[in-house]
């Protein structure tokens, strides 16, 4: 998959795509849907299949104060993209200029002068340009004076919800990992390096792979049964787990991290991009009142991790 960051300067392969629009935050079932369409079109023109996004996300800039609600980052975004097939990831830089453009401006100079595009899918709620000022009706019209087609994808429903980011984030944060799976297609992960962290996991027999949760939404603190995916280095595999999301109440931690316990697995893996699914919430995070404590309750969430994870 190739990736555009600027719609001002492109290379002529990497126009003329049918495109879905929209930021894919997690790219659950109901993006998915939108950029299934966006393949029929893209088969049946004979024409790359791209996806157009934003970086940073648009609230980052419109509300830069508000609390981090990214179920994915740009890099895990981007791998989930690649691996449904896209072709052409257009992560166009999001800033006052762009957001500046009113729809009319939007359309002729990025998706036409810029990308080419020959026909564009997005969802019944999208809006554009300044001020989110462009409708779907409008966009259809633009498409049909500007020469390229347009197709306007129906919300998808899981149960008696709309699938949605938010809904995603609401499942997450009460500590329902499954819910949010349903809602994504797939089990939400955390992608990102393995960070050096202060080794008290090690100490307490339990070595722990640590990564940062900044700019991410965070999950409900506490431990979970994970599968974890080591994506880069010598160790690249899949292992069984068990994570802790949170402060670390225990040693008076302050900054959310996620610390992962790999079954099974000696090895150095700092540095290395790994990929944690969670699988069940598995309790909240408690203040214990000893190590020895903490210690017996560690090795009872990995007997309840591993005997959830083995029944997959």
């Known amino acids: 998959m190739r990736i555009v960051r600027d719609y001002q300067f492109i290379t002529e392969a990497d126009q003329g795509a049918a495109i879905a629009i929209g930021n894919f935050d997690g790219v659950h079932i109901g993006h998915r849907a939108v950029i299934d369409l966006a393949r029929e079109q893209a088969d049946r023109l004979e024409a790359p299949l791209g996806v157009m996004t934003f970086e940073p996300h648009p609230r980052q800039l419109f509300a830069p104060d508000a609390p981090p609600f990214r ?7 981007a791998h989930r993209l690649e ?30 002068d810029g990308l080419g595009v020959r026909h564009v899918v997005v969802g019944a709620d999208f809006h ?16 049909d004076r500007l020469g390229f087609g347009v197709t306007v994808a129906k919300l998808v429903a899981e149960g008696d919800a709309e699938v949605s980011s ?29 960070i050096r962290g202060d080794q008290r996991g090690r100490d307490l027999g339990f070595p722990t792979a640590n990564m940062s949760l900044t700019g991410l939404h965070q999950p409900k603190y506490g431990v979970y049964a994970v599968l974890a995916d080591v994506l880069s280095g010598p160790h690249k595999g899949r292992y069984q787990g068990a994570a802790s999301i949170g402060i670390r109440p225990q040693f008076d931690g302050e900054t959310p991290n996620l610390e992962t316990y790999l079954f099974d697995f000696k090895g ?24 020895d404590a903490l210690i017996a309750q560690m090795e009872a969430d990995c007997t309840a991790a591993r005997r959830i994870l083995d029944a997959i």
């Not at 340009?129 to 779907?136: H, L």
């Not at 984030?169 to 939400?188: K, V």
Request: charged share 25%.
């Open 268 to 291: 150095d893996i700092y540095d290395e991009t790994i990929s944690i699914a969670l699988v069940e919430y598995l309790r909240p995070e408690t203040k214990f009142d000893s190590i």
């Open 71 to 77: 179920l994915t980052g740009p890099a895990a975004r």
């Open 128 to 143: 554009f340009g300044a001020k989110r000022a462009g409708t779907t009706e409008m966009l259809a019209d633009f498409g």
């Open 166 to 194: 938010t809904a995603i984030r609401e499942a997450l944060a009460e500590g329902a990992p499954r819910d949010a799976a349903a809602m994504l297609g797939h089990r939400h992960r955390i992608e990102g390096p393995v």
């Open 83 to 112: 691996k449904y097939g896209v072709d052409i990831l257009y992560e166009l830089t999001f800033n006052a200029a762009l957001a500046a453009l009113p729809p009319d401006k939007f359309v002729q100079r990025v998706l036409v």
